[in-house]
């Protein structure tokens, strides 16, 4: 079991940049998958970004080329760096852990963290 832990969330302009950090309370280094999911205003939760053990990632269309994920392994935390921002990314963001795929293992969640861009 791992429990996560985001911050750097906050009030910024449109254009601007956050960094979003996830804290594990232990190793990530066998977490066979991290991700960023976001969760807009009324909308239901979409992936924005993860990362696999290997570091391949995979970005949801509407952020390619604006947002970066990444982890350190060393850290224990996972990042998530937003640029360019848009008042659509407005969104509760929440970092998501596996150990592996399928039914068997659970999805471990963060309790999110606000973004909100202003136009």
């Known amino acids: 079991q791992v429990q996560l832990v985001e911050s750097g969330g906050g009030l910024v302009q449109a254009g601007g940049s956050l960094r979003l950090s996830c804290a594990a309370s232990r190793s990530i280094s066998s977490l066979n998958t991290m991700s960023w999911y976001r969760q807009p205003p009324g909308k239901q939760r979409e992936l924005v970004a993860r990362?696999?053990?290997?570091?391949?990632?995979n970005y949801a269309d509407s952020v390619k080329g604006r947002i970066t994920i990444s982890r350190d392994n060393a850290r224990n935390r996972m990042y998530l760096q937003m640029n360019n921002l848009k008042p659509e990314d407005t969104a509760v963001y929440y970092c998501a852990a596996e150990y592996g795929l399928g039914p068997a293992f659970p999805v471990y969640w963060g309790q999110g963290t606000q973004v909100t861009v202003s136009s």
């Open positions: 990362i696999t053990i290997g570091g391949a990632t």
